[in-house]
């Protein structure tokens, strides 16, 4: 009897006291859950969601913690989980989306940085055979010979780049080592005419200077039969004697533009691919804007006129951004794609980041910007491992902050990016600077923008500088539109005309014809030598080093 009265007194009193515990370790749960930060309520979470599988906000606050972490697919699953027990619920459905997304978002950074490791490592050679390579081909000068060597000394006896290196000393009348690249070709390609007609050309050439004095060869006019113009007569290297008189400045010859040349410009912008993401967004909830959808709209219709595959997104969401981004990046493969992204709408920066926001975007803090815009970076990442011909960056979108509120580390307009190689970016303005929407059809900037654009003949380095020049002007230089990056070799958006073709070419043959004289001094350098070019060009290319030459002889 005793050791039943004992039994009954001891469920009497523990058995209250166990569920009392287990009550409060409960509420403990729920309460730490709600209020400890930074992943460190997640286990308290956890414990309280097992003791109450149908609480909602406890789903919510366990998957947004989740996410804080950077574990989207744990969070992912909770949301899942919650949308069993819930399943007509829109907030669990936009979290769930958003978590998607950023689950994409954290494979492409895994895939970014292994692809980064790789052209580090493995490509990086690669890389910089095939700028020299580019050099070679489309640059003129020493620098571009330079490069010729560099990518030479990789590749080994490439007939194609012996022949651009022969061409090249050719122009910089190094004749001897121009006819023994030549002849290497033909060692390789027996029947390349190219080679045949130049290595007869330069022997005929070397000939004709070895019947003839030093003096007959300074007044000696070389005349290149595979160019289109004629060049002034030069001697050969450490051929000739210092002058005892001022030497006349080469007259200009003629120029005659064959038609192949225009033709085969013609033929290179057909033959390029030419894609285009363009973004307007202006239907935001908050702070609407006025311009970028018409922006858009009319920048879309002018790309397509310019031969570019243009897909155009008109107030869209995270979601569709980063999708059409994501394929923006697979269509800029392949080595003659040019590419533009043009973005009009809210841009933002934090911390020196720039952010493009979408249409939806539920900004309350700092802290949401990472998940609810685009970083800027990712367009700019897309590029660099595509690895094309060129790139363009226009970026309309340094308004005001709408969201900034009391932020404690917002700044006005967008922050200075690093444009990939062979990339040009413009900014509506000057980084840390803000831009007007603007009060007719089209925001200030993208009005002249598009009109620079619809110009025969201009590249696009003139068309970026002509717009920033307008805006400015227009806006009395509170706003000027911002240029940064380096691209190899030209692009135009309108087919070039014949007129601007001559006019190039004029261009080029006054320069080619001051380096001829240059040459000649530098042959035979002497203050005679160094004042009569400074005589002849008082502003020429190479005033300033004949000046520094001309000081240092005085002396």
């Known amino acids: 009897m005793k050791l039943i009265r004992q039994t009954v007194y001891f469920n009497l009193f523990f058995i209250p006291l166990y569920f009392i515990s287990v009550y409060s370790y409960a509420n403990e749960a729920i309460d730490k859950c709600y209020n400890l930060k930074d992943g460190d309520n997640i286990p308290f979470c956890r414990q309280a969601l097992k003791e109450n599988q149908n609480s909602l906000k406890l789903t919510i606050v366990l998957a947004k913690s989740l996410e804080g972490i950077h574990s989207y697919q744990k969070a992912k699953d909770i949301y899942e989980n919650g949308l069993k027990v819930f399943p007509e619920n829109k907030y669990l459905k936009k979290r769930l989306s958003i978590a998607s997304s950023f689950l994409d978002e954290t494979e492409w950074q895994k895939q970014r940085q292994a692809l980064q490791q790789e052209k580090d490592i493995v490509n990086k050679k690669k890389a910089k055979v095939k700028v020299n390579i580019l050099k070679c081909k489309k640059f003129s000068g020493l620098k571009a010979l330079k490069a010729c060597d560099d990518a030479l000394a990789v590749l080994g006896n490439n007939p194609e780049l012996l022949l651009s290196k022969a061409k090249l000393q050719f122009s910089l009348k190094q004749y001897h080592q121009s006819l023994k690249n030549y002849q290497s070709v033909l060692a390789i390609i027996p029947s390349q005419d190219e080679a045949i007609k130049k290595v007869d050309e330069i022997n005929q050439l070397l000939a004709n200077f070895s ?63 030419r894609v285009a993401l363009v973004i307007g967004n202006a239907d935001y909830q908050n702070a609407p804007l006025r311009n970028p959808v018409n922006d858009a709209k009319d920048m879309s219709k002018a790309l397509k006129q310019y031969g570019f595959n243009v897909t155009s997104l008109i107030n869209a969401d995270l979601r569709k951004m980063n999708k059409e981004i994501s394929q923006f990046g697979k269509k800029l493969k ?222």
């Open 334 to 555: 392949g080595d003659n794609t040019v590419g533009l992204f043009y973005y009009a709408g809210h841009g933002l920066q934090i911390q020196g980041k720039n952010y493009l926001v979408p249409i939806g975007a539920n900004i309350e803090g700092e802290a949401d910007i990472a998940y609810e815009a685009v970083d800027a970076g990712r367009i700019l990442s897309q590029m660099e491992f595509a690895d094309n011909g060129l790139n363009m960056v226009i970026l309309d979108a340094c308004r005001n902050n709408p969201f900034a509120r009391s932020w404690r580390s917002t700044t006005k307009g967008l922050a200075k990016m690093e444009a990939p190689a062979g990339s040009l970016m413009l900014y509506a303005t000057s980084p840390g600077n803000v831009a007007a929407d603007g009060k007719g059809n089209n925001g200030l900037f993208t009005e002249n923008l598009l009109k620079n654009m619809s110009k025969n003949g201009l590249k696009i380095e003139d068309i970026f500088k002509q717009t920033a020049i307008s805006v400015s002007k227009t806006t009395k230089k509170m706003q000027i539109p911002y240029i940064e990056g380096v691209i190899l070799g030209d692009f135009y958006f309108k087919s070039i005309t014949k007129d601007s073709m001559q006019k190039l070419a004029k261009n080029d043959q006054s320069l080619k014809v001051e380096r001829d004289f240059w040459q000649t001094v530098i042959s035979a350098p002497s203050e005679e030598m160094y004042q009569a070019y400074l005589d002849q060009y008082p502003n020429g290319y190479f005033a300033r080093l004949a000046k520094i030459k001309l000081k240092a002889v005085r002396k």
């Open 211 to 273: 019947k003839k004095t030093i003096a007959q060869n300074r007044k000696q006019t070389i005349i290149a039969t595979t160019t289109a113009s004629a060049s002034a007569s030069a001697p050969l290297p450490n051929t000739t004697p210092a002058l005892k008189s001022k030497p006349k400045a080469p007259a200009a010859a003629k120029v005659i533009l064959p038609e192949i040349t225009f033709q085969e410009l013609v033929d290179e912008s057909a033959s390029q691919t």
